[in-house]
């Protein structure tokens, strides 16, 4: 009685665990690799990029699986550590079949394909067996009609000029952290990444272009409307735009900055007003600042806000009027700590570190770093000569300028065993 191959579809696959036959786990599932020839014979299935310390992309050879369980993948443990560089002969499963147009040549019928299926073939290798695809919803609300149908059975797969979305890559990368779909869009090819990009939200791009390598980025806005591009560095921490902003030509530069919301304008010009290397040019211009009236609960409310990076959620900065920078003057640091000691009720005033020096704007980042270690913090203040808070400098936007500026792409040869 012959049994029936084992099935698997890449899209499900994508953010599964790596491990090695110790249990140790090595990595996470990106995409799989496949030589795709034709749309006649069932294209083989050539290895899996895996995303490994760093956030670095290998490729794990096919021959390397021992095992694909619905919850995790098993290797041998030999895993060649160089950064994975797709070559012209090899097509990415997610990142350049999922959203492409095609057509059911049995049926006629035509829709966007949302999943690729794979099976172990007589040989032992896996094969691209099946091709799942929607068709386009009646109504604004309601999904089309989906189809599982043969690798043959389905016409305009394999032509490079053939029409593709990315309403289903974009689902992938919407449940990863920002940082992994940087990485993800950092390696599709030009057309898919523009089509991406078009797809996103201004707020979720936002997200992910910054943690993208500096050409990227320019890259990536350049390709924008320049209305949107405004939008997209809008939705960005100030301090990110503001280095984004200084890379771009002059005259783009300041179409971008007489395009954006005038009080987020403001914000990117006082930065880029100090010197790059600097507190000044380092700093994040929106801290938790609160007024002196503020309570212990009100901090906490403040803090607990679902979007504030960490090493901002870890201070507040009372100050008296106005309580946006550049504030009043600066009464002193409340770490979040304290006021989890503290009732709810009382003064969060009462609570801060008023000993603690602030740090001027012209502070130089090894002067930064010291300070940080110094008195054990991941965030500090900034402030100018009368004393008011001018940002806050975290330990986060210290490392984005003491790391080397290729670090995102750097790589680091070796092998796992």
């Not at 007003?273 to 002196?292: C, D």
């Not at 009368?386 to 792409?409: F, I, K, Q």
Request: charged letters at 25%; one cysteine or more.
């Amino acid at each position: 009685m012959s049994t029936a191959p084992v099935r698997v579809y890449i899209a499900r696959m994508v953010g599964l665990p790596i491990f090695d036959p110790q249990g140790d786990q090595v990595g996470k599932v990106r995409d799989l690799v496949a030589a795709v020839r034709s749309e006649v014979s069932q294209p083989r299935v050539l290895g899996m990029v895996a995303e490994v310390f760093g956030r670095r992309r290998i490729f794990v050879p096919m021959t390397r699986v021992t095992s694909i369980e619905s919850g995790h993948v098993t290797t041998t443990g030999l895993i060649n550590m160089r950064r994975f560089e797709q070559r012209p002969t090899e097509t990415l499963v997610v990142g350049q079949m999922l959203d492409h147009t095609v057509t059911i040549t049995e049926t006629g019928v035509t829709g966007t394909v949302y999943d690729v299926g794979m099976e172990q073939a007589r040989d032992r290798d896996w094969v691209l067996s099946r091709v799942a695809v929607q068709e386009p919803g009646s109504t604004f609300r309601r999904r089309g009609q989906t189809h599982v149908v043969e690798w043959r059975g389905v016409d305009g797969l394999t032509r490079q000029e053939a029409a593709q979305g990315a309403t289903h890559l974009i689902a992938q990368l919407a449940e990863m952290k920002p940082a992994d779909a940087a990485n993800v869009i950092h390696d599709l090819p030009q057309a898919r990444r523009t089509a991406v990009v078009a797809a996103m939200t201004d707020e979720r791009l936002a997200d992910v272009i910054e943690e993208l390598p500096e050409e990227d980025q320019v890259e990536i806005l350049g390709h924008l409307e320049a209305e949107r591009a405004a939008d997209v560095l809008e939705e960005m921490s100030a301090d990110d735009a503001a280095d984004l902003i200084a890379d771009l030509p002059p005259e783009t530069a300041a179409r971008l900055l007489e395009l954006m919301e005038s009080e987020d304008a403001e914000d990117v010009r006082r930065l880029m007003s100090y010197a790059e290397e600097t507190a000044g040019g380092m700093m994040t211009p929106e801290p938790v600042i609160l007024g002196p009236d503020a309570t212990v609960a009100d901090a906490l409310a403040h803090v607990r806000h679902p979007d504030l990076p960490v090493s901002l959620a870890a201070m507040v900065y009372v100050c008296r009027q106005p309580l946006e920078t550049p504030t009043g003057k600066l009464l002193g640091c409340a770490h979040v700590q304290r006021l989890l000691r503290e009732p709810p009720s009382s003064l969060a005033a009462a609570a801060v570190d008023s000993a603690l020096d602030a740090l001027r704007p012209d502070a130089t980042i090894d002067q930064v770093a010291s300070y940080l270690a110094t008195y054990n913090l991941v965030a500090a203040p900034v402030v100018d000569d009368s004393g008011r808070l001018l940002g806050a400098v975290t330990v986060d936007d210290l490392l984005d300028h003491m790391l080397p500026e290729n670090w995102r792409d750097q790589e680091q040869e070796g092998t796992y065993g």
